[in-house]
């Protein structure tokens, strides 16, 4: 199936593009009316997961409403520990919660990597169900979280305001921590790998909790574990070159050692100057992002003008995929992800 739109791949690989592509971290989510409208349908967030139809139905909602350059995959990053057995359940107001957390040495020891042509074949199912309904429309981003941000949840239970029990693991039993991220990171290069054969065009490891760790923590508890995913990503499908992205929350002060893990592109939160992330990196990598979340709590012209100020800090050149800092937010207004997909969309860098 030919791809009519392939400015985002092409963004990712450094490539000259006409204009800079533009997709949202959590594009498909509480903001849109349809998407609550669909969500209320499957009765919990699990089997609107769990519902290849469902899933396709939510990940095409923002395609369908806005310009954006990519779609991604609707699932969570915690379905690969729910395969490992963890007994993932969703506490209404709560968040997400394990029934089955790894305290125990005995249960680390006998974690053991999920196939996810089975365990998790309803991922799969529902990649191919999206990619047939996009009609290469756009592409398809494939994701996994990270295996320290994974093992946050699987050791914590759920979401955690210290981390206590992870970084009392991390002091006292490294060896522990360490087992628990080996077979993770087996998990998730399996993981994406599966979705990458099922048609994902490029895939996103999300570290949402890498950025709470200590600079020498990063990169043995997190980093290093990232690189050995990236390492073992199929590389080439369907003819081209199947990208991969790298997103620590957080991470600003190492964009450099990120920049190194053999990913092509490194995301980047709103705490950190484009330009500067820019100059830091130099051509080593793409970037994706980076505009505040919040930006969009704000009106039409608040939104045209922080928007603009992310690209004029980028520069002119290739190797921009605009973003945001983080996951959009359930209160914004529709209408403002349209003025910024207008926006980014519209601008030229002078002599471009």
Request: hydrophobic share 45%.
């Given at each position: 199936?030919?791809?009519q739109?392939?400015v985002f791949?092409?963004?990712l690989l450094?490539?000259?593009?006409p204009?800079?592509?533009?997709?949202?971290?959590?594009q498909?989510?509480?903001?849109?009316p349809e998407?609550?409208?669909?969500?209320?349908?499957?009765?919990?967030?699990?089997?609107?997961?769990?519902t290849?139809?469902?899933?396709?139905e939510?990940?095409?909602?923002?395609?369908d409403r806005?310009?954006?350059?990519?779609?991604i995959?609707f699932?969570?990053?915690?379905?690969v520990?729910?395969?490992?057995?963890?007994?993932?359940?969703?506490?209404?107001?709560?968040?997400?919660?394990?029934?089955?957390p790894?305290?125990d040495?005995?249960?680390?020891?006998?974690?053991?990597?999920?196939?996810?042509?089975?365990?998790?074949?309803?991922?799969?199912?529902?990649?191919?169900?999206?990619?047939?309904?996009?009609?290469?429309?756009?592409?398809?981003?494939?994701?996994?979280?990270s295996?320290?941000?994974l093992?946050?949840?699987?050791v914590?239970?759920g979401?955690?305001?210290?981390?206590?029990?992870?970084?009392?693991?991390?002091?006292?039993?490294p060896?522990?921590?360490?087992r628990?991220?080996?077979?993770t990171?087996?998990?998730v290069?399996?993981?994406?790998?599966?979705?990458?054969?099922?048609?994902?065009?490029?895939?996103?490891i999300?570290?949402?909790?890498?950025?709470?760790?200590?600079?020498?923590?990063?990169?043995?508890?997190?980093?290093?574990?990232?690189a050995r995913?990236?390492?073992g990503?199929?590389?080439?499908?369907?003819?081209?070159?199947?990208?991969?992205?790298?997103?620590?929350?957080?991470?600003?002060?190492?964009?450099?050692?990120?920049?190194?893990c053999g990913?092509?592109?490194?995301g980047v939160?709103?705490?950190?100057?484009?330009?500067?992330?820019r100059?830091r990196v130099?051509?080593?990598?793409?970037?994706?992002?980076n505009?505040?979340?919040?930006?969009?709590?704000?009106?039409?012209?608040a939104?045209r003008?922080?928007?603009?100020?992310?690209?004029?800090a980028?520069?002119p050149?290739p190797?921009?995929?605009f973003?945001l800092?983080?996951?959009?937010?359930?209160?914004v207004?529709?209408?403002?992800v349209?003025?910024?997909v207008e926006?980014v969309?519209?601008?030229?860098?002078?002599?471009?």
């Amino acid at each position: 199936m030919t791809l009519q739109n392939d400015v985002f791949l092409r963004a990712l690989l450094r490539e000259p593009t006409p204009y800079t592509p533009v997709w949202l971290m959590r594009q498909a989510g509480r903001y849109l009316p349809e998407y609550r409208a669909t969500r209320a349908r499957a009765g919990d967030f699990l089997t609107l997961c769990k519902t290849p139809e469902l899933a396709t139905e939510v990940t095409l909602q923002p395609i369908d409403r806005f310009g954006l350059d990519a779609a991604i995959l609707f699932s969570d990053i915690l379905t690969v520990p729910d395969a490992m057995g963890l007994g993932l359940y969703f506490a209404e107001g709560e968040g997400p919660k394990f029934q089955r957390p790894l305290r125990d040495e005995a249960a680390i020891q006998a974690l053991a990597a999920p196939d996810p042509t089975v365990e998790l074949r309803y991922v799969m199912d529902a990649v191919r169900s999206i990619r047939r309904a996009l009609g290469g429309r756009v592409p398809l981003i494939g994701f996994s979280g990270s295996p320290f941000t994974l093992a946050c949840y699987m050791v914590e239970g759920g979401g955690s305001d210290d981390f206590r029990h992870i970084k009392t693991m991390l002091y006292r039993r490294p060896d522990l921590l360490h087992r628990i991220l080996d077979v993770t990171a087996r998990a998730v290069t399996d993981y994406l790998n599966a979705q990458i054969e099922a048609g994902a065009q490029a895939v996103m490891i999300f570290d949402t909790w890498g950025g709470t760790l200590t600079p020498h923590a990063y990169r043995e508890f997190s980093l290093a574990y990232i690189a050995r995913i990236v390492a073992g990503l199929t590389r080439e499908a369907e003819g081209r070159r199947v990208p991969s992205i790298v997103f620590t929350k957080g991470g600003g002060l190492w964009l450099e050692a990120i920049a190194e893990c053999g990913a092509d592109a490194v995301g980047v939160d709103w705490t950190v100057s484009l330009g500067e992330a820019r100059r830091r990196v130099g051509d080593r990598v793409a970037l994706q992002g980076n505009l505040d979340p919040a930006a969009l709590l704000g009106d039409a012209e608040a939104v045209r003008r922080e928007a603009v100020r992310v690209l004029e800090a980028f520069g002119p050149g290739p190797g921009h995929v605009f973003n945001l800092g983080h996951g959009i937010s359930q209160h914004v207004d529709p209408d403002n992800v349209a003025v910024l997909v207008e926006t980014v969309h519209a601008f030229r860098h002078r002599g471009d």
